[in-house]
T-cell receptor, first 111, second 114 residues
Framework: QKEVEQDPGPLSVPEGAIVSLNCTYS??????FMWYRQYSRKGPELLMY????GNKEDGRFTAQVDKSSKYISLFIRDSQPSDSATYLC???????????FGQGTELSVKP | DTAVSQTPKYLVTQMGNDKSIKCEQN?????MYWYKQDSKKFLKIMFSYNNKELIINETVPNRFSPKSPDKAHLNLHINSLELGDSAVYFC?????????????FGSGTQLSVL
C-alpha cells in the first residue's frame, strides 16, 4: 500500500464547475498536508498547505484535511481552463524534509 | 529571475554513459533536494542537502552521486546510465530543513536513456 493514494484521473469538467480532488494517506503521524499544481513540462508549484485538521481557503481554492479518516481534499470553485494541470497532494514525513507525494490527478477544464 | 534553475532541460544519452545535471537556487534557501518523477507522474525524493550536508539519501543506487559545492548549488552526477533511469529529475529548495512544506521546484530535466 502506498503511503499516499490519489486517483490519477484524468478528470474532465466544464468551465465553471466545482472540482473536488482527493487523497488518502496511511500514516497518522503525518501533520503537514500540501497541494501542488504541475503544468505540462513544468515543475510542481505549491498551491496550499495546511497543518493538522481543518479547512484553509485561498481565493477559489479550499484545502480540507480530515485526520480522523486520513483524507485530504482540494476544492476548486468556478474552475477555469487555466486550472487544467496535474494536481499532486503531499504529506510531510517528520521534520526531516521528506515529502511524500500522491500520484497526481490530471485535470482538464473545458471552455 | 528564475528561482530554481536546472540545466540541461533535456538530456538524451546512451546506456552506460555518465551524465550530470546542475541546479542553482537564488532564493537564499538552506536546503536543496533532488526528486525523480516517473512516467506515471509519481514524484519521489532522492536526496536532500542542508547547508552542503547530506540529510536524506533515499536508497538510491550509488551510481547517483549528488554534490553540493555551496548551499546555492546541488548537482547530480549519474554513472553508467541504465534504461530505467529515464525520467524527469527535479531540483527543489526550501527555506530550511524543517520547512519542506514550502518547496520551490525547478522546471525539470527530462532524461532519456536509449
Amino acid at each position: 500500500q502506498k503511503e499516499v493514494e490519489q486517483d490519477p484521473g484524468p478528470l474532465s469538467v466544464p468551465e465553471g464547475a466545482i472540482v473536488s480532488l482527493n487523497c488518502t494517506y496511511s500514516n497518522s503521524a503525518f501533520q503537514y498536508f500540501m497541494w501542488y499544481r504541475q503544468y505540462s513540462r513544468k515543475g510542481p508549484e505549491l498551491l496550499m498547505y495546511t497543518y493538522s485538521s481543518g479547512n484553509k481557503e485561498d481565493g477559489r481554492f479550499t484545502a480540507q484535511v480530515d485526520k480522523s479518516s486520513k483524507y485530504i481534499s482540494l476544492f476548486i470553485r468556478d474552475s477555469q481552463p487555466s486550472d487544467s494541470a496535474t494536481y499532486l497532494c503531499a504529506t510531510l514525513y517528520n521534520q526531516g524534509g521528506k515529502l511524500i507525494f500522491g500520484q497526481g490527478t490530471e485535470l482538464s477544464v473545458k471552455p | 529571475d528564475t528561482a530554481v534553475s536546472q540545466t540541461p532541460k533535456y538530456l538524451v544519452t546512451q546506456m552506460g554513459n555518465d551524465k550530470s545535471i546542475k541546479c542553482e537556487q537564488n532564493l537564499g534557501h538552506d536546503t536543496m533536494y533532488w526528486y525523480k518523477q516517473d512516467s506515471k507522474k509519481f514524484l519521489k525524493i532522492m536526496f536532500s542537502y542542508n547547508n552542503k550536508e547530506l540529510i536524506i539519501n533515499e536508497t538510491v543506487p550509488n551510481r547517483f552521486s549528488p554534490k553540493s559545492p555551496d548551499k546555492a548549488h546541488l548537482n547530480l552526477h549519474i554513472n553508467s546510465l541504465e534504461l530505467g533511469d529515464s525520467a524527469v529529475y527535479f531540483c527543489a529548495s526550501s527555506p530550511r530543513q524543517g520547512a519542506a512544506e514550502k518547496l520551490f521546484f525547478g522546471s525539470g530535466t527530462q532524461l532519456s536513456v536509449l
